[in-house]
């Protein structure tokens, strides 16, 4: 039976748990490997579970009448994805995706309502997640409502960097995940080029610069000025 460290090792979304819960639903989970390019589930699914991030990345996104696709949020290991199916039991609310090839523990949601109806902190704990979840949502839609085009892009730099985020010298942030200018406007509803526009003059301000293809925040600060309603 796989142990704790294999599936749960570094998952934020366990943080605060009980450890002897966190060993029971070890227990529970079934470890899988995707590839990248692989759908977890469409919206509309039914919610028949959740995945425990443990390696890789994955994007959380919408697609319009048209095709268009809206990027909500980018995950990576720690997290927890399709938590929301545990609480609701309804279907799936957005479409989700392996950006990289990645190491998922799955929990159904029977097993867990089984898990939960006997130890309730765990429910207690799921909540907490989806409300941390409902208000990163939150704030994206107030930003896309009052927030001019640089607090859009700020506020996305700095929810990858929450992510994704590895601290180095000085305070600064290096966003160790690999994204191009058009998955930032995505992020936040803009055309490109006027995304560039705005990263272009931080990186002359020396604001963020790029390391080895990595975008790194020089001046967490001025972001988060810059992001604030």
Same mark, same amino acid.
């Given at each position: 039976?796989? %142990?704790?460290?294999? #599936?749960?090792? %570094?998952?934020?979304? #366990?943080?605060?748990?009980?450890?002897d819960l966190v060993l029971k639903l070890n227990t529970l989970a079934r470890p899988m490997t995707v590839s990248a390019g692989t759908i977890l589930f469409e919206s509309g699914d039914p919610g028949n579970g959740c995945y425990f991030i443990q390696e890789g990345s994955m994007k959380v996104?919408?697609?319009?009448?048209?095709?268009?696709?809206q990027l909500l949020a980018v995950l990576g290991a720690g997290d927890v994805v399709g938590e929301l199916a545990l609480l609701d039991g309804r279907s799936r609310s957005a479409t989700v995706s392996a950006l990289k090839e990645s190491k998922l523990a799955f929990l159904e949601k029977a097993t867990f309502d089984r898990f939960?109806?006997?130890?309730p902190a765990v429910y207690r704990h799921m909540l907490k997640i989806v409300g941390k979840r409902l208000r990163h949502a939150n704030d994206a839609l107030a930003a896309r409502s009052f927030l001019p085009l640089p607090g859009r892009v700020a506020q996305a730099l700095l929810q990858l960097a929450e992510t994704f985020g590895k601290p180095l010298d000085g305070g600064r942030?290096?966003?160790?995940?690999k994204l191009s200018q058009a998955d930032i406007a995505n992020m936040a509803g803009a055309a490109r080029e006027n995304v560039s526009r705005v990263l272009n003059g931080w990186k002359r301000e020396g604001v963020v610069t790029r390391?080895?293809?990595y975008y790194c925040i020089e001046k967490p600060q001025t972001l988060e000025a810059a992001a604030s309603l």
């Open positions: 039976m796989p %142990n704790v460290q294999v #599936l749960f090792d %570094n998952s934020f979304s #366990l943080e605060g748990l009980a450890e996104f919408m697609l319009s009448a048209d095709g268009d696709e939960a109806d006997e130890n942030i290096l966003v160790h995940y390391i080895s293809g």
